[in-house]
């Protein structure tokens, strides 16, 4: 059974920093994409950043240039690192197996301006 859990959240001002992690299970995590999701209050669940196998990222227009996205293959662990975080960033973040179509539970992220 595949699982995902997100931990790192929290509450920062504007301007903070955060680093999200991501601990996968059940799964073989090296052979596939991994990627974050995030959903503000009210809003659709948004794309934020992606990452191939072999750790090239991509990221959302709205994230790019303040976001990094990594992981560690052997610890079977996804990251998300947010800089510059602005009150427009807050949501829930959630870790994502596209190819399993597996969620976590997400972590929030709130952003006092």
């Known amino acids: 059974q595949v699982q995902l859990v997100e931990w790192g959240g929290g509450m920062v001002q504007s301007g903070g920093s955060l680093k999200l992690s991501c601990t996968a299970s059940?799964?073989?995590?090296?052979?596939?994409?991994m990627a974050w999701y995030r959903q503000a209050p009210g809003q659709e669940l948004e794309f934020v950043a992606d990452i191939t196998p072999a750790g090239l990222g991509s990221y959302a227009e709205s994230v790019e240039g303040r976001v990094a996205i990594w992981r560690d293959n052997l610890k079977n662990d996804l990251y998300l690192q947010l800089n510059n975080l602005k009150p427009e960033d807050t949501a829930v973040y959630y870790c994502y197996s596209p190819t399993y179509e597996a969620w976590g539970r997400g972590t929030q992220v709130t952003v006092s301006s």
């Open positions: 059940g799964m073989d995590f090296r052979a596939y994409v």
